[in-house]
């Protein structure tokens, strides 16, 4: 866990590669849990919390230092479609960040010794939608707009205290500048991590234009890609790295395909960790999966990696 004599996660990245951790959604399915609903994993946070602790735990056993919590589909806009009024929703952002943190302590309970760090989620405007639109963007927003839906729960996401806020799954420039200009002057540092479609982002905007955008925001420690699929990593390592000096950030899928009509994964997993070797020579350096990347996974991330 964290303290005060822990380095800083922008230190960490600076002296080396850190192993982020996998899909929340993996492992509380493979938990037994349903996760057949608009909020996705951000429904356990009012009816069992307990359960993403021990997802969380269950990464940290694995090898990951970095825990992303399950607030990535936690909106006061989703939240209020459920019944569950502003004040509730806000306690329910900041238990997000504290169930990683009890995570961390149990980890270093049983033994843990490197540092492990709260990255706490802030997805896309089109989570919230629940109906696939964070892999196209463009939702007819303008920059204001999507800086106005993002600052509040941003807002208490820091005021909880994590060590970074992770902006993942972003889809476009528009939403990356809107979330950028969000996180201006809260004292928490970011990464910014888009999902992409080769060397375009999901909305089609070259990868370049796209992490350019970043290279001048100090409150950025890192940029890359999360949520695509494996073969897309390695070249937007590479234009991440040489756009904007910073440490890259990578976490793909298991190679499968979201459905978002069936809600359903499908295809084949590419993920190989004989990949991960190859992004970090290209330049990654804070490296996990997303989606149906689950433990089992990690723990041979972090394995390629100690070698």
Known sequence: MTSDTSPSLADALAAGTVVL??????QLESAGHDLSDELWSARLLAERPEAITEA??????AGASVAI???YQATFEGFAKRGIDHEEAARLLALS?????TAARQAADEGSARPLWVAASVGPYGAMLADGSEYR????LSVAELESFHRPRIEV?????PDVLALETVPDTDEA??????VRGLGVPAWLSYSVDGRRTRAGQPLEEAFALAADADEVVAVGVNCCAPTDVEPAVEIAARVTGKPVVVYPNSGEGWDARARAWKGDTTFSTEQVKAWRDAGARLIGGCCRVGPEAIGAIARALAA
Do not use: I, K, Q, W
């Not at 960040?97 to 943190?101: D, G």
């Not at 996401?157 to 205290?161: I, Q, S």
């Open 69 to 71: 919590t399950a607030s």
């Open 21 to 26: 951790d996998g899909g929340m959604s993996n």
């Open 56 to 61: 969380h735990l269950a990464y940290f056993r």
């Open 177 to 182: 500048t809107a979330l950028l200009r969000a």
């Open 137 to 140: 963007g463009r939702y007819g």
């Open 157 to 161: 996401l820091a005021a909880a205290a």
């Open 97 to 101: 960040v504290e169930l990683a943190r």
